[in-house]
Nanobody
């Protein structure tokens, strides 16, 4: 079982920045991927960014060039730096950790971008 603790959400004006953090603890092994999904009201959950085994990074087209994902493997923590935020980035952001044993999810952190 992997526990994930997220932090860094909040309210920001359009054009501003936020940095999300997600710390993993527990049975951390057989890492496959770690990253962030988001879900806006009335919409399906969508992948925002992820780091997969080997270090490759993937981003949703809507955030490319604005968001950067990074990982501190020593701290088992993944970060999402979000710049040039737009109102359409408003959502609950969920961290996830995928291993051979399955996928664990964080509790979610609200990001609200005002226009």
């Amino acid at each position: 079982q992997v526990q994930l603790v997220e932090s860094g959400g909040g309210l920001v004006q359009a054009g501003g920045s936020l940095r999300l953090s997600c710390a993993a603890s527990g049975s951390i092994f057989s890492f496959n991927a770690m990253g962030w999904y988001r879900q806006a009201p009335g919409k399906q959950r969508e992948l925002v960014a992820r780091i997969i085994i080997g270090g490759n990074k993937n981003y949703a087209d809507s955030v490319k060039g604005r968001f950067t994902i990074s990982r501190d493997s020593a701290k088992n923590t993944v970060y999402l730096q979000m710049n040039s935020l737009k109102p359409e980035d408003t959502a609950v952001y969920y961290c996830y950790y995928n291993a051979h044993t399955g996928t664990s999810w964080g509790q979610g952190t609200q990001v609200t971008v005002s226009s």
